[in-house]
C-alpha cells in the first residue's frame, strides 16, 4: 500500500463522519465542529492546535460569511494545505550582520565591485553598510564613501592609515547596533609587500571572527580577468592569506577577449564564481552563467 493510501485509509472512519454531516446538509453546528476537531486530533495533529485551528477556521468562516458544512469543510482544507506549503528554508534567514570580505591586489576592481553589489543589494531592499578597511591607499576611502552616497549604503571609516582591523571592528559594531543586513568590507592589496599583507588580512579575520562567530560569511577574491595566467598566482597568494575563499568577482571581462582564467581560477580553488564585472557603471556586475560563458568563448553547446 502506498503512503497516500494509507493515509487516506487511516482517517477513512473521521472522514466519512464528516461527509455524512456535509451531505445531511447540515448547519454549522457544534457537533460538526466536533467531528472537524475530531478528525484533526485523529490525525495527529495534536489536540492544543486542532482547537487552535478549529477556532481559526471559525474567525475565518465569520470574515468570509460561509454558511454550509461543506463550504466550511473545503475552507479547513484550504487552510490546511496552505499551512503545509513554507516554502521558506535557512537561506531565506541568513544572519544578521551578513559580512563580506572583499580582497584582492589593488586595481583589479574591488572597490568598483563593492558599489555594485550595493547597488543591487539596495534593491533587493537590504540595508547595506560599506566598511573602508582599506586605509592603506590614498582616496580609496573617499571612493568607498562616493559609493555608499551613490546607493544610500551606510558607511564606517577611520582616516588614512588606521588600522585596517580597528575599522573592520567598528563597522561589524555599527552593523549590529543598526540591525544591518549586509556589511562588505573594502581591503588594501598589497601584493608586493605579500608578509604585511598577510598579516593585515589576518588581523581583520580575526577581529570579525572574535567579534561574531559567523562571520565572515564571505570571502570574495576580486580578479582582473585581463592580467590571465597571472591571476592564478595572486589568488594562490591570497587564498593562503585570507584561508577559505568563499567566491570569486572576475572584473574588466569587458576589455579581454580570452575569459579562459574564469576556467582555470574554479579548478584550482574550487569556489563558485560569484559574479563578472563588465564594464565600469554601477550596473556592470552581473550574476554568472557557466553555459552562456562557455558558449561566449567556444560556440553553442
Ligand atoms: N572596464 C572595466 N573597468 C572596471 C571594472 N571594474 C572596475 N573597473 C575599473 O578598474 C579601476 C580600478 O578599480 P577599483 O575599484 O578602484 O579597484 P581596487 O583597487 O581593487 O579597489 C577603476 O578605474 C574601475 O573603474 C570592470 O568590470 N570593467
Ligand atoms: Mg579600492
Known amino acids: 500500500m502506498g503512503f497516500f493510501d494509507r493515509l487516506k485509509d487511516g482517517l477513512s472512519k473521521t472522514r466519512s463522519q464528516i461527509n455524512a454531516i456535509v451531505k445531511s446538509e447540515g448547519a454549522l453546528s457544534d457537533d460538526f465542529f466536533d467531528a472537524l476537531e475530531d478528525a484533526l486530533i485523529a490525525a495527529d495533529i495534536g489536540m492544543e492546535l486542532a482547537e487552535r485551528i478549529i477556532e481559526d477556521l471559525r474567525g475565518e468562516i465569520k470574515k468570509r460569511g460561509i454558511n454550509s458544512a461543506g463550504g466550511a469543510y473545503t475552507l479547513l482544507k484550504e487552510m490546511l494545505a496552505e499551512d503545509l506549503t513554507v516554502t521558506k528554508t535557512a537561506e531565506d534567514f541568513p544572519p544578521k550582520p551578513w559580512v563580506i570580505l572583499v580582497v584582492g591586489v589593488n586595481g583589479v576592481g574591488k572597490t568598483t565591485t563593492i558599489?555594485?553589489?550595493?547597488?543591487e543589494m539596495r534593491r533587493q531592499g537590504k540595508q547595506v553598510m560599506l566598511g573602508a578597511a582599506d586605509t592603506f591607499r590614498a582616496g580609496a576611502i573617499e571612493q568607498l564613501k562616493i559609493w555608499s552616497d551613490r546607493t544610500g549604503s551606510d558607511f564606517v571609516a577611520q582616516h588614512e592609515g588606521a588600522d585596517a582591523a580597528s575599522v573592520a571592528f567598528d563597522a561589524m559594531e555599527a552593523a549590529k547596533n543598526r540591525g544591518t543586513d549586509v556589511l562588505i568590507l573594502d581591503t588594501a592589496g598589497r601584493l608586493h609587500v605579500k608578509v604585511n599583507l598577510m598579516n593585515e588580512l589576518e588581523k581583520i579575520l580575526r577581529v570579525i571572527k572574535r567579534n561574531t562567530p559567523h562571520a565572515p560569511n564571505e570571502i570574495l577574491l576580486v580578479v582582473d580577468a585581463t592580467t590571465g595566467q597571472n591571476a592564478i598566482k595572486?589568488?594562490?597568494?591570497?587564498?593562503?592569506?585570507?584561508?577559505?575563499?568563499?567566491g570569486l568577482v572576475i572584473t574588466k571581462l569587458d576589455g579581454t577577449a580570452k575569459g579562459g582564467v574564469a576556467i582555470a581560477l574554479t579548478r584550482r580553488f574550487n569556489v563558485p564564481i560569484r559574479k563578472i564585472g563588465v564594464g565600469e557603471g554601477i550596473d556592470d556586475l552581473q550574476d554568472f552563467d557557466a553555459k552562456a560563458y562557455v558558449e561566449a568563448m567556444f560556440g553553442e553547446l
Not at 558599489?115 to 547597488?119: D, I, R
Open 234 to 246: 595572486q589568488a594562490e597568494a591570497f587564498n593562503e592569506a585570507a584561508g577559505g575563499l568563499t
Open 115 to 119: 558599489g555594485k553589489l550595493a547597488s
